[in-house]
């Protein structure tokens, strides 16, 4: 299992940038393909972009030519930096293991979150 703490997120204008930290515990960090989740008021959880042991990565239509993931397999951290924001980007992000075939709904573990409101 891998535990987590999400931080730095915030309340930015439009067009403004916030870079997402996760940090992660467990014996497994270094072979799991890890993943930026988020949840916006009243929409289910998804995953947004998600990044392999060997830092090739993926991401959602929405969020391509804007957000970029990374690790660091050595301090068991992720990062999600995130520029040009736009207010439905607003949401609660959550940092996560990603198991293929598995929706969110089905994980077992969150952590708290951090919330990030794009507003002017």
């Known amino acids: 299992q891998v535990h987590v703490a999400e931080s730095g997120g915030g309340l930015v204008q439009p067009g403004g940038s916030l870079r997402l930290s996760c940090a992660a515990s467990g014996t497994f960090f270094s072979i799991l393909t890890m993943g930026w989740y988020r949840q916006a008021p009243g929409k289910q959880r998804e995953l947004v972009a998600a990044?392999?042991?060997?830092?090739?990565?993926k991401y959602i239509d929405p969020v391509k030519g804007r957000f970029t993931i990374s690790r660091d397999n050595a301090k068991t951290e992720v990062t999600l930096q995130m520029n040009s924001l736009k207010p439905e980007d607003t949401a609660v992000y959550f940092c996560?293991?990603?198991?293929?075939?598995?929706?969110?709904?089905?994980?077992?573990?969150w952590g708290l979150g951090t919330q990030v409101t794009v507003s002017s």
């Open positions: 996560n293991k990603v198991v293929p075939g598995l929706t969110p709904d089905g994980y077992d573990y």
């Open positions: 990044v392999t042991p060997g830092g090739s990565t």
